[in-house]
C-alpha cells in the first residue's frame, strides 16, 4: 500500500462527494471520485485504489452489484454508504463483500477512523515486539487440514498452494476461529474478538461472514466440517490447527 492511500468515493450527491473529497484530502489522502459504475471502473483501471466508500443507491447499477463486482477481482476496502436503515440491506452488503458501512447522515471524523479501520485490518503495521499480541503473533502461519494462513501476509493458502481471496473481515474472522480450535465462539464473543462492538450488534451480521467463509475454505459449504454451527450458540472450529 502506497504511504499516500488512495481513496475512491463512489456517490451521485455531489455535496456529499464535495465534502468527503476535502475533509480526506485535509487528512493526507489521495482522493478520486465516481458518479456511476461506469465511472467507478475507469477509475479503477487509471490507479491503484486502497479502498472505495461505495453508496448504496447509486442510478443504474447499484452499489451493491458494484460491491460484489470489485470484491470477485479485487482486495480492495469497500465502506458501504446508505441513507436506508433496513437490516436487510446491511447483511446483504455484508454477503457481497463489503468490510464496513455507515449510515447517512455521519460525521467527517467517524468516516476517518473507519477508514484507518479497514486501512489497518487489509495491511498492519508491522510486529511490535512490545505490544500485545493478538490470536498470534503478526509474523505467525497457522496451518489446518493442508491450508495455510499467514498472519503477517494476511494470506490464505489451498492445501495445493492457490491464493485465496479473503475480505478484511473475513480474514479476521478465520484467524479468530483458528486461534480457538474446539472452542464454541458465540456471535458476541467473535464480534468482540474481530471488530468490536461497535460491529453490527446483530446475529445475522456474523452469520453472513460466516457463510462467506465457509463458501471459500469448505468443500461443501452446506454441510460444512470446518466452521460447523452449533444450535442456539455459535460456531466451532474444527480445524486441525498446527503453528509450524
Sequence with gaps: MPEQPHILIVDDDPRIVRMLSTYLM???FAVST??????????????PIDLIL????????????????????AAIGIIMLTGRTDMLDTVVGLEVGADDYMAKPFHLREVLARIKSVLRRLRPPAPNNSA????ASSSARIRFDGWALDLGRRELTTPG???????SGEFDLLATFAAHPGRVL????????TRGRRWEAFDRAIDAQVARLRRKIETQPKRPTLIKSV???GYLFTGDVEHP
Excluded: F, K, W, Y
Aim: with cysteine; hydrophobic share 35%.
Design 26 to 28: 485535509g487528512e493526507g
Design 34 to 47: 465516481a458518479e456511476n459504475g461506469a465511472a467507478m471502473r475507469t477509475c479503477l483501471q487509471r490507479h
Design 54 to 73: 461505495l453508496d448504496l443507491m447509486l442510478p443504474g447499477e447499484d452499489g451493491l452489484q458494484l460491491a460484489r463486482e470489485i470484491r470477485s477481482t
Design 132 to 135: 500485545v499480541a493478538g490470536p
Design 161 to 167: 498452494g492457490q491464493l485465496v481471496p479473503l475480505t
Design 186 to 193: 458465540d456471535r458476541d464473543t467473535l464480534m468482540d474478538l
Design 231 to 233: 444450535r442456539g450458540v
